[in-house]
């Protein structure tokens, strides 16, 4: 299928967001690409020395926070070559569009990080920082095409409301 026909055939609802045709997806699509291939080369090499050395409780850290860095990246990857096949006319958006393609595991991948991660090697660190914020983008990628974004509700509003959660409805 053409990408011609593969436009003429998205499905209501489901829109090819502007910036997946552009730089923009290009270029996080070889971020996430050479985040997965750096974290696989760490995790079996200099991170497994460098876990061995770690006390008893640093190590089950690591190896908890090693899955998570690892599971964001297998939905990051999977998402982007998912929506790799629909520019390229291989997949419908239709298709990609489903619930068995959305980028997944949330509540994994965005769960808040464990307590001590500061014994960790910093490279793990890094990997966990790098790997969450790939994730985030990609999520709110996946909204802006689906057409899911979020209302933006004014400053003065948000500074309202928290002003009458703390002082209540005087304010």
């Keep these: 299928m053409s990408r011609a026909e593969a436009e003429e055939e998205k499905p209501r609802g489901v829109t090819q967001h502007a910036s997946m045709d552009s730089m923009l997806f290009d270029r996080t699509f070889d971020e ?14 200099r991170g ?17 926070e090693s899955m998570r860095v ?11 070559l998912i929506q790799r096949a629909v520019r ?7 298709d990609a569009a489903g619930e068995r393609y959305r980028l997944g595991s949330k509540e994994i ?14 490279t793990l660190r890094d990997l966990l920082d790098r790997s969450e914020h790939l994730y985030r983008r990609i999520a709110r990628l996946e909204k802006a095409m689906l057409g899911e974004s979020p209302q933006i509700r004014p400053v003065v509003q948000v500074q309202f409301e928290r002003l009458q ?7």
């Design 88 to 94: 390229e006319g291989e997949m419908r958006a239709e």
């Design 165 to 171: 959660q703390s002082f209540g409805e005087a304010v």
């Design 109 to 122: 991948c965005l769960g808040g990080r464990s307590e001590g991660t500061e014994h960790l090697p910093g």
């Design 48 to 64: 497994r020395e460098e876990s061995r050395v770690l006390s008893r409780k640093a190590a089950l850290l690591y190896a908890g």
């Design 32 to 45: 996430g690409m050479s985040l997965v291939e750096e974290t696989a080369r760490y995790l079996d090499g």
């Design 70 to 80: 690892t599971t964001r990246l297998m939905q990051a990857a999977s998402w982007l």
